[in-house]
């Protein structure tokens, strides 16, 4: 069908932008950080303990304390000059793609594929709204 292949077409055209190609460096240079990798896996012990703390004992102290550890990880990550990158190549990358799906659904509900202007959102990141933008969703 043709717009599959349209479709297709938006793909490579994707994959050739500034946006993707920097994003994809930035996913390469966390997978070399070795420091960063190494708190991601801590991260990942501290939520499996978590987790299986919940489905165990569900002791409140233990429960706070891998709480307490998460968080200071995480902080530790987002401090990460790699991983800074990343993120704002991925606001770069939600930016586009939720622009694009604008124009996809503007054009689906009936108006101008060559004049519709979908509105940038604002989004206060409360898990509840409809935006799409991958903290919400």
Excluded at 40 to 56: D, H, L, P, W
Aim: proline share 1%.
């Amino acid at each position: 069908m043709e717009l599959y292949k349209l479709a297709r077409e938006l793909g490579k055209a994707i994959q050739a932008d500034e946006r993707y190609l920097n994003i994809q460096k930035c996913i390469q240079a966390n997978d070399k950080d070795a420091a960063l990798n190494e708190l991601m896996a801590k991260i990942q012990f501290i939520q499996t303990a978590y987790q299986s703390e919940v489905q165990g004992e569900g002791n409140a102290e233990k429960l706070a304390g891998y709480d307490k550890e998460f968080q200071q990880l995480y902080a530790q990550i987002m401090q990460n000059e790699n991983m800074k990158n990343y993120e704002a190549a991925r606001g770069e990358i939600d930016k586009m793609m939720n622009y694009i799906v604008g124009i996809l659904t503007l054009s689906v509900n009936g108006e101008d594929p060559e004049t519709c202007e979908p509105t940038e959102h604002e989004c206060g990141h409360d898990h509840d709204c409809d935006c799409g933008c991958h903290d919400c969703h």
